[in-house]
């Protein structure tokens, strides 16, 4: 039993904690939902200004809560839960199969999981298709995906090659 103690690894809370930032940020584009249903327009539209840089926000595109669209849209919802669960659930659980120094098994996986988003996205601009939330927060979710398994790998090599 001790073997078994001894090579398994600490779970990561570098990537807990670095995922819960995306947990916040998407909350932070739920909360102007909450404050219109509220009636403070003023302190929704100071949180919407803000939101504008990370996302469009149009409201036929995001998610409505308590009878009034988030500032935050389907595709960055996705986005942003990815990163969160791939850091806190994913990431925690692959790791010890995941070796940085196999950059082609990287770039794979990154290309895999978002060449869907890029699909869908010329997709829908060419007029091929009309978009869902379904398709839109599920591409976004398999992008965040792609990109955090890569960074999240990079980062604990960089950790344990200068922090220990």
Request: glycine residues 6%; aromatic residues 16%.
């Given at each position: 039993?001790?073997?078994?103690?001894?090579?398994?690894?600490?779970?990561?809370?570098?990537?807990?904690?670095?995922?819960?930032?995306?947990?916040?940020?998407?909350?932070?584009?739920?909360?102007?939902?909450?404050?219109?249903?509220?009636?403070?327009?003023?302190?929704?539209?100071?949180?919407?200004?803000?939101?504008?840089?990370?996302?469009?926000?149009?409201?036929?595109?995001?998610?409505?809560?308590?009878?009034?669209?988030?500032?935050?849209?389907?595709?960055?919802?996705?986005?942003?839960?990815g990163f969160f669960f791939t850091g806190a659930v994913f990431y925690p659980l692959l790791r010890r199969y995941l070796d940085p120094g196999i950059w082609?098994?990287?770039?794979?996986?990154?290309t895999v999981f978002s060449v869907f988003i890029f699909l869908e996205w010329i997709a829908e601009l060419l007029g091929f298709i009309s978009s869902s939330?379904?398709?839109?927060?599920?591409?976004?979710?398999?992008?965040?995906?792609?990109?955090?398994?890569?960074?999240?790998?990079?980062?604990?090599?960089?950790?344990?090659?200068?922090?220990?």
């Open positions: 039993m001790k073997f078994f103690e001894a090579d398994r690894k600490k779970y990561p809370l570098w990537a807990l904690s670095f995922s819960t930032l995306f947990l916040l940020v998407w909350l932070l584009g739920v909360v102007p939902a909450f404050l219109d249903s509220c009636g403070l327009q003023a302190g929704s539209l100071k949180i919407r200004i803000f939101y504008k840089v990370l996302c469009h926000g149009l409201p036929e595109r995001c998610p409505h809560y308590f009878g009034q669209p988030a500032a935050v849209c389907f595709r960055c919802t996705g986005i942003d839960l082609p098994v990287h770039l794979a996986l990154i939330w379904i398709l839109q927060y599920s591409t976004g979710m398999l992008f965040s995906t792609g990109i955090s398994i890569f960074l999240f790998s990079i980062a604990e090599n960089v950790i344990e090659t200068y922090c220990d």
